[in-house]
């Protein structure tokens, strides 16, 4: 696998991607974590924090059970973590495309559309688990933040909530997204999702379960359209689909869908490096139209244990936020857990109604700083 060359610092200069053998070059790896990352200034400065990766985790360990040792309790172990990884994703999300103003800009439609994705995903995820006669658990096992993503995938990656910043975009949003390639010339290959996915399509071939369409959901997201999985052709597009929409196709950064639309890392990337991403004779370079970083509401980084002593009125915006996040992650389990399509869209509204506590927090100065409250996803009881 090819590994990148010169110095991250000029990377962001002049960003620079080619196809596939070298996915994560030199010009993106600026904008993912790496052991020295470009400033706004141009100034090198510390890599972002990183949480200390433990030794193997969840993910890894089911990787590393043999081919031929994997079976249907292999295959609901892995699609459990697919499950908690994708809805990871959203909360962080979530908050940045909360904090940008001016909702009809560039940047804002980008996340909205990720957004959309990763809710397509945790569907898609979630029909197959239950094909295979399982139950998603997905309030039992909502994330916490700051913290790493779930099951080991990128290991090192720290995922915390705050308002839209470049550091975001880069450090966290690309950062999930990565494709499975180095990200400096020292670095170890990670367990990124679309290498994970990858194992769980090769289970999938090997094992040839029989799926069960009991409770699983049909159902509009966004610009997509869930149906029940029900044939290995169905295992297929779904799981190329998750892969492809994240990571690109293996032939450029399209997602794969014929809409014209990029996958979710490089449009992450157009709205960290300002351009848009175009193609000139096989070489991917941001030089396109300008994607301007838009004006955002200055929500702080939600401390680790969540917000401590805050303000009355915070207190309330908070206390309304979780106490309808709650009732999110209830509906969600409900919906699959009963094969119920209308505690699915009893979630998605639960969804919208986060936005107005969350905008509100972020109304609310931080005592002694510029900065405002934000959301902390922390889910009563």
Same mark, same amino acid.
């Given at each position: 696998?090819?590994?990148?060359?010169?110095?991250?610092?000029?990377?962001?200069?002049?960003?620079?991607?080619?196809?596939?053998?070298?996915?994560?070059?030199?010009?993106?790896?600026?904008?993912?974590?790496?052991?020295?990352?470009?400033?706004?200034?141009?100034?090198?400065?510390?890599?972002?924090?990183?949480?200390?990766? &433990?030794?193997?985790?969840?993910?890894?360990?089911?990787?590393?059970?043999?081919?031929?040792?994997?079976?249907?309790?292999?295959?609901?172990?892995?699609?459990?973590?697919?499950?908690?990884?994708?809805?990871?994703?959203? &909360?962080?999300?979530?908050?940045?495309?909360?904090?940008?103003?001016?909702?009809?800009?560039?940047?804002?439609?980008?996340?909205?559309?990720?957004?959309?994705?990763?809710?397509?995903?945790?569907?898609?995820?979630?029909?197959?688990?239950?094909?295979?006669?399982?139950?998603?658990?997905?309030?039992?096992?909502?994330?916490?933040?700051?913290?790493?993503?779930?099951?080991?995938?990128?290991?090192?990656?720290?995922?915390?909530?705050?308002?839209?910043?470049?550091?975001?975009?880069?450090?966290?949003?690309?950062?999930?997204?990565?494709?499975?390639?180095?990200?400096?010339?020292?670095?170890?290959?990670?367990?990124?999702?679309?290498?994970?996915?990858?194992?769980?399509?090769?289970?999938?071939?090997?094992?040839? &379960?029989?799926?069960?369409?009991?409770?699983?959901?049909?159902?509009?997201?966004?610009?997509?359209?869930?149906?029940?999985?029900?044939?290995?052709?169905?295992?297929?597009?779904?799981?190329?689909?998750?892969?492809?929409?994240?990571?690109?196709?293996?032939?450029?950064?399209?997602?794969?869908?014929?809409?014209?639309?990029?996958?979710?890392?490089?449009?992450?990337?157009?709205?960290?490096?300002?351009?848009?991403?175009?193609?000139?004779?096989?070489?991917?370079?941001?030089?396109?139209?300008?994607?301007?970083?838009?004006?955002?509401?200055?929500?702080?980084?939600?401390?680790?244990?969540?917000?401590?002593?805050?303000?009355?009125?915070?207190?309330?915006?908070?206390?309304?936020?979780?106490?309808?996040?709650?009732?999110?992650?209830?509906?969600?389990?409900?919906?699959?857990?009963?094969?119920?399509?209308?505690?699915?869209?009893?979630?998605?509204?639960?969804?919208?109604?986060?936005?107005?506590?969350?905008?509100?927090?972020?109304?609310?100065?931080?005592?002694?700083?510029?900065?405002?409250?934000?959301?902390?996803?922390?889910?009563?009881?």
């Amino acid at each position: 696998m090819a590994k990148t060359s010169g110095s991250p610092d000029k990377a962001a200069g002049a960003p620079v991607l080619r196809r596939r053998s070298v996915l994560a070059s030199a010009a993106l790896a600026a904008g993912a974590p790496a052991a020295v990352a470009a400033c706004d200034h141009g100034a090198a400065r510390p890599a972002p924090r990183r949480h200390a990766a &433990p030794h193997q985790g969840a993910a890894a360990r089911l990787v590393a059970v043999p081919m031929e040792s994997r079976g249907v309790d292999w295959l609901r172990s892995a699609l459990q973590i697919a499950v908690r990884i994708e809805f990871a994703t959203i &909360p962080p999300y979530l908050c940045g495309w909360w904090s940008v103003r001016n909702r009809r800009c560039d940047a804002a439609r980008l996340i909205r559309r990720v957004i959309s994705d990763e809710m397509y995903h945790l569907g898609i995820v979630c029909n197959l688990l239950t094909g295979l006669g399982g139950r998603p658990r997905i309030g039992q096992s909502a994330p916490v933040y700051p913290g790493p993503l779930p099951g080991g995938v990128h290991p090192g990656v720290d995922v915390y909530l705050s308002g839209l910043t470049k550091a975001l975009v880069r450090d966290v949003m690309m950062a999930i997204e990565a494709p499975a390639a180095p990200l400096t010339d020292s670095a170890r290959d990670p367990l990124s999702i679309g290498l994970f996915y990858e194992e769980l399509l090769k289970a999938f071939r090997v094992v040839a &379960p029989a799926l069960s369409v009991d409770r699983q959901l049909h159902e509009q997201i966004g610009d997509d359209t869930l149906r029940p999985i029900r044939t290995s052709a169905d295992i297929e597009r779904s799981i190329e689909i998750i892969k492809d929409q994240g990571e690109g196709t293996a032939a450029s950064p399209a997602d794969g869908t014929q809409d014209g639309h990029l996958a979710h890392y490089y449009a992450f990337a157009e709205i960290y490096h300002g351009r848009q991403l175009r193609d000139s004779g096989g070489t991917w370079q941001f030089t396109g139209a300008p994607v301007p970083f838009p004006d955002t509401r200055p929500m702080a980084r939600v401390p680790a244990g969540g917000w401590q002593r805050p303000p009355a009125a915070a207190r309330r915006l908070l206390d309304d936020f979780d106490s309808t996040y709650t009732h999110l992650l209830e509906a969600l389990d409900t919906a699959w857990g009963e094969g119920d399509r209308h505690s699915l869209r009893t979630a998605v509204r639960r969804m919208r109604q986060l936005e107005t506590p969350a905008v509100g927090l972020m109304e609310l100065p931080v005592p002694g700083t510029e900065s405002t409250y934000g959301p902390q996803f922390r889910p009563h009881g």
